[in-house]
């Protein structure tokens, strides 16, 4: 997640491990792909949530965060370097989002009798 044009979408693409860079795509609202890596003899898969639109579809922050995954999910904040004027600006609010549906989803697992 993070501000549009900051490098969302080449960052996924460097840890999928593609060898080149397809050049700027925009994402629309939230796009999902994968990679299936064997490492020690042992298959693992890695899920991408590329949450894109910039703030407008900030509250989809919270799609990827399920009983299945709230164990192992690792939220990237991507910044726009090229604006550093707006860095610290962006950063805090990615991470107030970030928090708010950590907390949110908290709030819902103490309330569920089958969790």
Avoid at 32 to 57: A, D, I, P, Q
Avoid at 85 to 112: I, P
């Amino acid at each position: 997640m993070g501000e549009k044009s900051s490098g969302k979408t080449t960052l996924i693409n460097l840890l999928k491990g593609a060898q080149k860079d397809e050049g700027p795509k925009a994402t629309y609202a939230m796009e999902y792909s994968f990679v299936k890596r064997t490492t020690n003899n042992r298959k693992e898969v890695v899920h991408f949530y590329e949450l894109g639109g910039g703030k407008e579809l900030a509250e989809l922050v919270s799609v990827p965060l399920t009983k299945e995954t709230y164990k192992n999910i690792v939220y990237i904040i991507s910044v726009d370097l090229s604006e550093p004027s707006t860095l610290m600006e962006s950063l805090e609010y990615w991470l107030r989002k970030v928090r708010e549906a950590v907390l949110l989803f908290l709030a819902f697992l103490n309330n569920d009798p089958y969790f």
